[in-house]
């Protein structure tokens, strides 16, 4: 973490800062608070990356994606166990969102390997 901030209202959150980069690499935001969401769960969010280009490390690291690989498994199994969809289209389309973004990070994962 480089940065946190509180919302002001509970609602709102900016923040702005400079950072050195000594090399390529990704910046992401997440956002979680103790309020809850209509269904009880806490709120919680996670941008996509931002990559840098830089001297050194290549942007795409593959233990980072392979950790978002992991994240998203454990992500996927709590809400299986946790979470209350409406009906099965809904937690397949749920599911898929997470599936596709798994992807996504096996591609990163193996494409940083060589």
Known sequence: MVAEAAAANGREAAI???L???RGGWLAARVSASAKT???YVVFAHTGPV???GQGAPARRQEAANRFVRE???AMAFIRKNYRF???ADL???MGRFQRGRRYYQK???AAAG
């Open 38 to 40: 209509h269904g009880g």
């Open 92 to 94: 397949a389309v749920a």
């Open 72 to 74: 998203i498994d454990e």
């Open 20 to 22: 050195p980069v000594a």
């Open 108 to 110: 990163l994962a193996a």
């Open 16 to 18: 702005e800062r400079e």
């Open 86 to 88: 409406a009906s099965e």
């Open 51 to 53: 990559y840098l280009k």
